[in-house]
T-cell receptor
Framework: QKEVEQNSGPLSVPEGAIASLNCTYS??????FFWYRQYSGKSPELIMS????GDKEDGRFTAQLNKASQYVSLLIRDSQPSDSATYLC????????????FGTGTQLKVEL | DGGITQSPKYLFRKEGQNVTLSCEQN?????MYWYRQDPGQGLRLIYY???????QKGDIAEGYSVSREKKESFPLTVTSAQKNPTAFYLC??????????????FGDGTRLSIL
């Protein structure tokens, strides 16, 4: 079983719609969760971090964490073509110091 | 500007050759990491270091070596023992701050190919 799982996509949404990206993880005691955006050929860029159950909003981005169900999601409101990228979910697994385990990423395409 | 600098941006390796990828940070971060990313894949941890003069193997350390002689620098050597080195290599760092909740920030990466 993969430790951090994401649907590889592509996920296609029309411009202006809400994009919903999901991630599940296997380690029940994980404490820190991060979403990175990676444009083709570029390095990952941190866009959200979340540590507690519930929602965390930052501009058009909302991260949602449910530790009981072991999933974390990212909502992008008013999606723009510039949001087209691969979104990586990263989890700080228990006992891992500050190591992150990454999912394989979900490719998002925002269509005009 | 503070940040993480990786060099070179592109690197080509001949068979049997060792090559070294540079990673320098001026963020005063304690911890540094090396990842490998293959096309369409997530990031896999090669080595990491939480303090100077100490480092640990990640999930795919075979065929790689590192050193951490200075806080700012964490070079990665891809040895001839690594039979499939073609990949995108990413260096990251984080300030540990006594917790494990700090996000990692990445350099721009080095793309390594075999000649």
């Amino acid at each position: 079983q993969k430790e951090v799982e994401q649907n590889s996509g592509p996920l296609s949404v029309p411009e202006g719609a809400i994009a919903s990206l999901n991630c599940t993880y296997s380690d029940r005691v994980s404490q820190s969760f991060f979403w990175y955006r990676q444009y083709s050929g570029k390095s990952p860029e941190l866009i959200m971090s979340i540590y507690s159950n519930g929602d965390k909003e930052d501009g058009r981005f909302t991260a949602q964490l449910n530790k009981a169900s072991q999933y974390v999601s990212l909502l992008i409101r008013d999606s723009q073509p510039s949001d087209s990228a691969t979104y990586l979910c990263a989890v700080n697994m228990a006992g891992g110091g500050n190591k992150l385990t990454f999912g394989t990423g979900t490719q998002l395409k925002v269509e005009l | 500007d503070g940040g993480i600098t990786q060099s070179p941006k592109y690197l080509f390796r001949k068979e049997g050759q060792n090559v070294t990828l540079s990673c320098e940070q001026n963020l005063n971060h304690d911890a540094m990491y090396w990842y490998r990313q293959d096309p369409g894949q997530g990031l896999r941890l090669i080595y990491y270091s939480q303090i100077v003069n100490d480092f640990q193997k990640g999930d795919i350390a075979e065929g790689y070596s590192v050193s951490r002689e200075k806080k700012e620098s964490f070079p990665l050597t891809v040895t001839s023992a690594q039979k499939n080195p073609t990949a995108f290599y990413l260096c990251a760092s984080t300030g540990t701050g006594g917790t494990s909740n700090q996000p990692q920030h990445f350099g721009d990466g080095t793309r390594l190919s075999i000649l």
